[in-house]
């Protein structure tokens, strides 16, 4: 059974960055899509950025040259890079799993695709 935890949520003001992190208790590159995604209140759940098993990543085009998805395998955790956050970044941001789950360079896999999914960590920019 995967399982996921997020963390590094918090309220920042705009310009700023946080660094997200999602601690994976079952990680393994080999056939896992890893990803985070966004929801804010009144809106569908949005993919942010995705990785796949062999470390190729995408971004939605709302954070590409801002976010930056990483991972460490020493430490079972994939990480949200996030620089010149803005206020319509605010959000509650998820990290999701896909096992053997295959994306198109450059796309993002849609929510319904993945099996697993971390609680979720908030997100506050401030103006």
């Known amino acids: 059974q995967v399982q996921l935890m997020e963390s590094g949520g918090g309220s920042v003001q705009a310009g700023g960055s946080l660094r997200l992190s999602c601690e994976v208790t079952?990680?393994?590159?080999?056939?896992?899509?890893m990803a985070w995604f966004r929801q804010a209140p009144g809106k569908e759940r949005e993919g942010v950025a995705g990785?796949?098993?062999?470390?190729?990543?995408s971004y939605a085009d709302s954070v590409k040259g801002r976010f930056a998805i990483s991972k460490d395998n020493s430490k079972n955790t994939l990480y949200l890079q996030m620089s010149v956050l803005k206020p319509e970044d605010s959000a509650m941001y998820y990290c999701?799993?896909?096992?053997?789950?295959?994306?198109?360079?450059?796309?993002?896999?849609?929510?319904?695709?993945?099996?697993?999914w971390g609680q979720g960590t908030q997100v506050t920019v401030s103006s």
């Open positions: 999701a799993a896909a096992r053997g789950l295959s994306v198109l360079p450059g796309s993002l896999a849609p929510s319904h695709l993945f099996a697993y």
């Open positions: 079952e990680y393994t590159y080999r056939g896992h899509y």
């Open positions: 990785m796949d098993s062999d470390g190729f990543t």
